[in-house]
């Protein structure tokens, strides 16, 4: 397969274009809010332990599904590649950031997709609509539980399937840059 084709297409302002050595092409977002907001989960994280598996944009396997790249993924410690990737089963908690052109996807397919798997955790982060939703208690066809808390309510405790406890504070997610006024 040629790559003339996909060189000379125009992709949307604000994507970066990957090609993976599988021949895979990964289109992924990139925004300030989603890198900074991403960063500050991390950083939350760290209360986990310097050496917890925490991944970002990190493939897990679902194999019934397209595998995914969850913005953030909590694993289990005693959690091991197969291959390449994480399976389903080590995820404790996947958060999603969201992005102008992700709304869609973050808060419907992939509430269904992660609920379908039984991921314990779901936590949607908005930071347009500055607000967060987790989601708990997976179905077969999304979570029968979500709670949603605004941005700068205060720290959000988030009790993981192995016992630890991931609290995000909700005051220092960062909030987008407002649009210029071009008027």
Not at 35 to 62: C, E, N, P, W
Request: overall charge negative.
């Amino acid at each position: 397969m040629s790559v003339d084709p996909i060189t000379h297409t125009e992709f949307p302002a604000g994507y970066v274009v990957f090609f993976g050595a599988d021949g895979k092409i990964i289109m992924t977002p990139q925004s300030e809010e989603h890198s900074s907001t991403i960063r500050s989960m991390q950083i939350d994280s760290l209360a986990l332990g310097r050496h917890a598996k925490v991944t970002s944009d990190v493939y897990i396997d679902f194999p019934a599904d397209e595998n995914s790249a969850p913005d953030l993924a909590i694993l289990r410690e005693d959690a091991r590649k197969e291959g390449k990737r994480y399976s389903f089963e080590d995820v404790l908690l996947i958060s999603e950031v969201v992005s102008t052109s992700s709304a869609r996807k973050d808060y419907d397919d992939c509430t269904a997709k992660y609920g379908r798997y039984g991921i314990p955790v779901y936590l949607v982060v908005d930071p347009y609509a500055r607000e967060v939703v987790l989601h708990t208690e997976p179905t077969s066809s999304g979570y029968s539980t979500a709670h949603t808390r605004a941005y700068g309510t205060g720290k959000l405790s988030i009790p993981l399937a192995d016992g630890r406890t991931f609290t995000l504070d909700l005051d220092e997610l960062p909030l987008p840059n407002p649009e210029p006024d071009t008027h």
